[in-house]
């Protein structure tokens, strides 16, 4: 029924919302769903009368419950990689659809000890630590109750299995936070959001990934755990999508996301005024350089922080990224920035996500042709927005010589065929530009299908000849 499928989608929203930043709250498109929630057992309202709030999620158990099941329903809803490649390109103050399906990559790559270089490629800036031939896995930080630190590999999705023996699930390896993601809070004047990032920042927080504020400068964080010392490295990413331009190479582009990335530079805005309040900056450093078990801690100015960019869709990806690691050996060259940064920078190409197989490499494949589609309908529009509507001083004989004939039509790209109609429909606007508005013969390209579209240009095609001809008669009984 349609409660039931409303149902369904509010608990596959709450359940991934939660997981990605430790909201509770949630507000259901239909309001009965509200209803069915609670009566399930799966939130609650949080004050004495249901008018009061929100339904509350905030049972851990229920939550991982609810997310195996989802996972096991695969006639009734969306695969959790399907959900969040489905985000890609959507951006809303609660979260960014792009980030998302990274740290979901990213916890699949880093679930058990994986070399570095098979993820990232290190820009060869001269800076060798040797942390590209090193093994490291994801891993959450925090300070129990008694305020000793611990460190717990972070293994997610969940896997599970019924046993052959039992009947009963299995559950796989697990992890020590029931989120993967946390974004703090928003609160009165940020207070409560800049509080909650330095809190993840010096592990005060299970997650494993964080989402950070705007004003701090990378767009995730999330820490690994070298296999061979057992030290901790914190990674700061900044995400860049390009949906509608399969190119990221201005050099001042570059340099302005490495820059988010860089310790020295968070919290301080392009224009480097400080943002947030005055000992903030203050405070991360001293939670970054007193971090427990931190990558070479002896180190002068050094952070433990390894920078790094990933640009998508995936098309020119390798390319993109050699540019960026170019960009990155210029700047840490470049004889006017003294001190040098000492933090090592990658970048992530996208091959090397996509040999991880499975589920990643298909919503890699699926994202990648939904950004071309979206880029060629760009084009497509800005072509329709050249031609589709009276341009000034332009003559028919400025056209005449752009038509093709009939004999060409079949060389024709889908391009060409919707640039031949655009003009056929600027002819009409010139025929009828002194008799008030166009009853347009030849349609529209956009929304119309490759064979529609070349249908309509032989029609059309077919309705100038005769009209050049019916002129040509005009002129000869004259």
């Not at 009963?168 to 509080?195: C, M, N, V």
């Not at 001293?286 to 070479?296: D, I, V």
């Not at 040999?355 to 979206?374: C, T, Y």
């Not at 084009?379 to 329709?384: G, I």
Request: hydrophobic fraction near 35%; glycine fraction near 6%.
């Amino acid at each position: 029924s349609t409660i039931k499928y409303a149902l369904m989608d509010s608990v596959q929203s709450m359940t991934y919302e939660r997981l990605m930043s430790g909201n509770l709250d949630f507000s259901a498109t239909i309001k009965v769903t509200n209803y069915g929630l609670v009566e399930c057992g799966f939130a609650r309202f949080p004050g004495s009368k249901i008018e009061d709030g929100k339904p509350l999620l905030d049972e851990p158990l229920a939550y991982l419950a609810a997310d195996i099941w989802l996972n096991s329903q695969e006639d009734l809803c969306k695969k959790r990689y399907d959900y969040f490649s489905e985000q890609i390109g959507r951006h809303s103050p609660v979260g960014n659809g792009l980030e998302r399906y990274t740290a979901l990559i990213l916890a699949e790559a880093f679930r058990d000890f994986t070399q570095l270089s098979h993820i990232f490629d290190f820009a060869d800036t001269g800076i060798d630590r040797g942390l590209a031939g090193q093994r490291a896995r994801l891993v959450s930080c925090w300070h129990d109750s008694s305020g000793y630190f611990r460190v717990a590999p972070s293994q997610y999705p969940i896997e599970t299995k019924f046993s052959e023996y039992s009947g009963y699930l299995e559950l796989g390896p697990s992890s020590p936070s029931h989120l993967l993601g946390y974004k703090a809070p928003k609160g009165k004047g940020d207070y409560r959001e800049y509080e909650g990032n330095l809190q993840w920042l010096a592990g005060w927080h299970k997650a494993p990934f964080l989402f950070p504020m705007e004003q701090l400068g990378p767009d995730i964080m999330f820490r690994l755990q070298l296999e061979n010392t057992g030290e901790i490295i914190t990674v700061a990413l900044q995400v860049k999508h390009r949906a509608t331009s399969l190119d990221f190479s201005a050099e001042t582009d570059i340099k302005q996301a490495i820059r988010t990335v860089t310790p020295q530079y968070f919290w301080i805005d392009s224009n480097g005024n400080a943002k947030g309040p005055n000992n903030l900056l203050k405070r991360t450093v001293y939670a970054l350089r007193h971090f427990p078990r931190r990558f070479n801690q002896q180190e002068a100015r050094y952070d433990s922080v390894l920078r790094g960019l990933f640009v998508f869709p995936a098309q020119h990806n390798s390319t993109t990224c050699e540019r960026v690691k170019d960009v990155a050996v210029t700047l840490y060259q470049d004889s006017n920035q003294q001190p040098k940064d000492p933090h090592d920078i990658c970048v992530i190409p996208i091959y090397k996500l996509l040999k991880l197989g499975g589920p990643i490499e298909r919503g890699l494949e699926f994202a990648l042709r939904k950004a071309i589609q979206q880029s060629r309908l760009k084009e497509e529009e800005q072509l329709y927005d050249d031609w589709g509507v009276i341009i000034p001083g332009l003559q028919k004989a400025d056209i005449l010589p752009l038509l093709k004939n009939e004999s060409e039509l079949e060389k024709l790209k889908s391009k060409d065929v919707t640039y031949q109609l655009l003009l056929h429909r600027q002819l009409e606007t010139i025929r009828h530009r002194c008799s008030g508005p166009v009853a347009y013969l030849t349609p529209h390209p956009k929304g119309l299908k490759k064979a529609d579209r070349f249908l309509a240009l032989r029609e059309a095609l077919g309705r100038h000849k005769k009209i050049e001809e019916s002129i040509r008669e005009r002129r000869r009984d004259y």
